[in-house]
């Protein structure tokens, strides 16, 4: 007789809170980086950087860069009468989560590690489209606004292990892995602002051109879905 096969193992890591918040502050230093080289325009220009551009429509540009089995897709557009003010309200991970798939199950804030530094788990349903179906995400997400006044949103999965220390993870739900993506929004002229959102997949293998296709529009629509939340927005200052 075999012996009996071994049951999953699955690991989780408990740490304190002074720890995640160091690695959080640690790992999301990196992604505003890749934010900010993302959103520089000097460097957008320059045709060596990897991005091709898939769409360039109503003053809205769609671009892509392939890394390995790593796909980022960057959209950027001018915000016109839209100050960063305004636009960095509905620049976080729950707006955006309910942009991208309105079978948004839950969304809520589980650790408030500092005032700028969060932690998210955002949780799809079954009636989601085949990148969130069943899905639940355990993100960080850093609010930064740097000495030029450029407001920077990072937002990226914890490992599996310490999210799993954070937030066991429900039964019939498939932890999902959000990696560094999050918004750059940058002050202009007139109360206006440049806006660019970076989002990165990794499908562990090739993406289909349809797919593609559809990521494009829906990237088009959630900008526009969110320049009208942030246009509703109050101006910090109006009674």
Same mark, same amino acid.
């Given at each position: 007789?075999?012996?009996?096969?071994?049951?999953?193992?699955?690991?989780?890591?408990?740490?304190?809170?002074?720890?995640?918040?160091?690695?959080?502050?640690?790992?999301?230093?990196?992604?505003?980086?890749?934010?900010?080289?993302?959103?520089?325009?000097?460097?957008?220009?320059?045709?060596?950087?990897?991005?091709?551009?898939?769409? #360039?429509?109503?003053?809205?540009?769609?671009?892509?860069?392939?890394?390995?089995?790593?796909?980022?897709?960057?959209?950027?557009? #001018?915000?016109?009468?839209?100050?960063?003010?305004?636009?960095?309200?509905?620049?976080?991970?729950?707006?955006?989560?309910?942009?991208?798939?309105?079978? #948004?199950?839950?969304?809520?804030?589980?650790?408030?590690?500092?005032?700028?530094?969060?932690?998210?788990?955002?949780?799809?349903?079954?009636?989601?489209?085949?990148?969130?179906?069943?899905?639940?995400?355990?993100?960080?997400?850093?609010?930064?606004?740097?000495?030029?006044?450029?407001?920077?949103?990072?937002?990226?999965?914890?490992?599996?292990?310490?999210?799993?220390?954070?937030?066991?993870?429900?039964?019939?739900?498939?932890?999902?892995?959000?990696?560094?993506?999050?918004?750059?929004?940058?002050?202009?002229?007139?109360?206006?602002?440049?806006?660019?959102?970076?989002?990165?997949?990794?499908?562990?293998?090739?993406?289909?051109?349809?797919?593609?296709?559809?990521?494009?529009?829906?990237?088009?629509?959630?900008?526009?879905?969110?320049?009208?939340?942030?246009?509703?927005?109050?101006?910090?200052?109006?009674?």
């Amino acid at each position: 007789m075999g012996s009996p096969a071994p049951a999953p193992c699955s690991r989780s890591w408990s740490i304190s809170e002074d720890s995640l918040r160091r690695y959080v502050h640690f790992a999301s230093e990196s992604c505003i980086q890749e934010l900010l080289s993302a959103s520089d325009s000097n460097r957008a220009a320059n045709d060596n950087d990897g991005w091709k551009v898939l769409t #360039l429509e109503n003053g809205v540009e769609i671009s892509k860069r392939r890394s390995g089995s790593l796909h980022t897709f960057r959209s950027r557009w #001018l915000l016109r009468s839209v100050s960063p003010q305004q636009f960095i309200t509905v620049a976080n991970a729950i707006d955006a989560a309910k942009q991208w798939d309105p079978d #948004l199950v839950e969304a809520k804030y589980i650790k408030d590690l500092e005032d700028n530094l969060s932690i998210i788990r955002l949780r799809f349903g079954d009636s989601s489209k085949p990148l969130f179906r069943n899905r639940e995400f355990i993100v960080y997400e850093r609010r930064e606004t740097m000495e030029d006044g450029t407001l920077v949103v990072a937002v990226a999965s914890l490992p599996k292990e310490i999210a799993a220390g954070l937030h066991p993870k429900q039964n019939n739900a498939i932890r999902g892995l959000l990696l560094q993506s999050g918004w750059v929004v940058e002050k202009l002229e007139d109360d206006s602002c440049l806006v660019t959102y970076v989002v990165q997949l990794d499908p562990a293998g090739w993406l289909p051109k349809c797919f593609v296709n559809r990521l494009n529009t829906k990237l088009v629509m959630i900008i526009e879905n969110l320049r009208k939340l942030a246009q509703a927005c109050p101006i910090e200052g109006d009674t």
